[in-house]
């Protein structure tokens, strides 16, 4: 996962994330765009990297189906979408903090949670919409004219669950980031002092070990 080890600590709070993410999921339902699921994805890149981010997106989006019963051919589109949320996420510089952090991720957020609805239009408007209509996907149209035709097929259909998506992203990362953040940072920090005692310990008592044999 980037530049951290697959180890048992990381599968851990992988699945700790993806389940707390597939329980925000059915209980937010997606109503009018409000979807929380995506905000722990968003968390969880920041903190622990790009390609945990990743990782997560794509379990948190299959558990919760799991869960939802909303397994069908949208669900790769969705898993992926998921993950560039938590990628871009982990990207962003490791050495901001505070206000501008929390700035800088809202607006992050707010962006990918409009794009993801856009993601998902373009991913079945070729073929939903019948041929002929000022909607349709054109196949040997010019680029401009079939982008002109999907902005308007998302003008028609989704942009105000979007638009609310990208309000509940934003607002949900500048009320909640400090106190999660703040957490998931905890958490990192006392895994890897557990992960350093551990072996300095097990290198003492090794230490320790060879000494008495020596004298022995």
Not at 18 to 37: H, N, Q, Y
Not at 67 to 74: E, Q
């Amino acid at each position: 996962l980037g530049n951290r080890t697959i180890d048992a600590k990381t599968m851990t709070m992988l699945g700790l994330l993806a389940a707390v993410g597939a329980v925000l999921r059915p209980l937010s339902a997606g109503t009018a765009g409000v979807e929380f699921v995506f905000l722990f994805i968003i968390f969880g890149g920041r903190v622990f990297g790009a390609g945990f981010g990743f990782a997560l997106g794509s379990v948190t989006l299959f558990a919760s189906a799991l869960l939802t019963g909303g397994f069908g051919p949208w669900l790769p589109f969705q898993m992926l979408a998921a993950s560039w949320m938590g990628m871009i996420a982990g990207s962003m510089p490791s050495r901001l903090r505070g206000r501008a952090e929390l700035v800088i991720l809202a607006v992050v957020a707010a962006v990918c949670g409009f794009l993801f609805g856009q993601l998902m239009n373009l991913s079945f408007w070729p073929f939903v919409v019948g041929a002929g209509t000022g909607l349709s996907f054109e196949p040997g149209a010019p680029i401009l004219e079939n982008l002109h035709r999907f902005v308007l097929f998302s003008l028609a259909t989704s942009l105000g669950w979007d638009l609310v998506r990208t309000l509940v992203l934003a607002i949900g990362v500048a009320l909640l980031g400090k106190p999660v953040l703040a957490a998931l940072r905890r958490t990192a920090r006392r895994a890897s002092f557990s992960a350093s005692f551990s072996a300095s310990s097990s290198e003492s008592f090794n230490t320790e070990q060879r000494s008495r044999n020596h004298n022995m």
